[in-house]
């Protein structure tokens, strides 16, 4: 089962998740993923860290400055250890009962970034996965997931988190 979460840019889909991953925990389910977390610097946003929920430590993945050989989105570039590191996360969820990722965007869409480590897996696995997907990539993230079984949840509706948690029991 593919879980999708989606909404606007900066509209708290972060902030939920670490709701989300904080409740199955208390629950014990075998949790694993990761989420993008701002990093600020003198108020301003210069990128994102890949916290790992498994470890719940979290690495530099995307900054507004890096090497021109790096893959790149709009002003962000992605470390090429964060992106690694993400990729390892995503090749380990297979054991885990849920699984999170923080978040499909352009890139995956492109085939770059998560999708190559995530095609491999998570249509071979029995592994529940939380995706936040971008609502301009929705339609074409569908056409990704090919016949897949997928539910999608708006980060702007009402008790969008009691649905989720919900939804994920009834599915256990």
């Not at 977390?37 to 400055?65: D, M, T």
């Not at 992106?83 to 699984?99: H, K, M, N, T, Y």
């Amino acid at each position: 089962m593919i879980y999708i979460l989606t909404g606007p840019v900066h509209s708290g889909k972060t902030s939920l998740l670490k709701k989300v991953f904080h409740e199955l925990k208390k629950k014990e389910v075998k949790i694993d993923g990761f989420l993008s977390e701002i990093v600020w610097e003198n108020q301003e946003a210069v990128g994102y860290n890949l916290f790992a929920l498994k470890e719940e430590k979290a690495v530099p993945f995307i900054r507004r400055r890096g090497e021109e050989n790096w893959q790149r989105v709009g002003p962000y570039f992605f470390l090429p250890e964060g992106l690694a590191r993400a990729q390892e996360i995503i090749f380990r969820g297979r054991d885990a009962d849920f699984f999170i990722v923080d978040e499909i965007g352009p890139l995956e869409l492109a085939g770059k970034g998560l999708w190559p480590a995530l095609e491999k897996v998570i249509f071979q696995s029995s592994t529940k996965y939380l995706l936040v997907v971008r609502r301009q990539i929705l339609e074409g993230f569908f056409a990704m997931l090919k016949e897949s079984k997928v539910k999608v949840f708006d980060i702007e509706h009402e008790g969008v988190l009691k649905q989720i948690l919900e939804d994920i029991k009834n599915h256990s």
